[in-house]
């Protein structure tokens, strides 16, 4: 089964840029789309936007002016940057597949990277 | 933006009781809809997608059903492991959206 491994840096300073990284071990890369959700502490999941493997985005709308979403296909790998966060950034990052013709979720997130934006 | 409203917002029903939360989009969504179940701490895990198909490895007591706007998890004999949060999440349009979550607290 794919698993998704995902890294990067947990502590920022506002204005700073958010860097992830998820990889995608034991599966295929093409035929889906590649997923960044998020949670802050103690509320509910909010969706950041996705990349197929030939580089397709699509972002949510209230984020879409600080988000790049990039793939690696040679690594079988993709990214998450999120420009000039502030604190209303402090969240848990999650990586989650889907597949691109049905649009169905499918399989286990990554395990999550705690994402603190302080001064 | 699509809207999803799940109810109640917390359940406390007893080990063997049959639970069900609600899910409802502000419009449509053609069965483009998943249940998650996050336990405290834990990464958030996929039960159910098109809204009655089972995730491999689920337990058969979840099932999923619905159509247009309105969506029911079903947990046929609660669990003392089913504790957790449930959120649904519809893929029918983007961006695409959770529902405020239901915790489910055993009695």
Known sequence: ?119 | DIQMTQSPTSLSPSVGDRVTLTCRASQGISKSLAWYQQKPGKVPKLLVYAASRLETGVPSRFSGSGSGTDYTLTISSLQPEDSATYYCQQYYSIPLTFGGGTKVEIK
């Open chain 1, 1 to 119: 089964q794919v698993q998704l491994q995902q890294w990067g840096a947990g502590l920022l300073k506002p204005s700073e840029t958010l860097s992830l990284t998820c990889a995608v071990y034991g599966g295929s890369f093409s035929g889906y789309y590649w997923n960044w959700i998020r949670q802050p502490p103690g509320k509910g999941l909010e969706w950041i936007g996705e990349i197929n493997h030939s580089g397709g985005t699509n972002y949510n709308p209230s984020l879409k002016s600080r988000v790049t979403i990039l793939v690696d296909r040679s690594k079988n790998q993709f990214s998450l940057k999120l420009s000039s966060v502030t604190a209303a950034d402090t969240a848990v990052y999650y990586c989650a597949k889907v597949e691109a013709q049905t649009r169905n979720p499918h399989g286990p997130w990554g395990q999550g990277t705690l994402v603190t934006v302080s001064s």
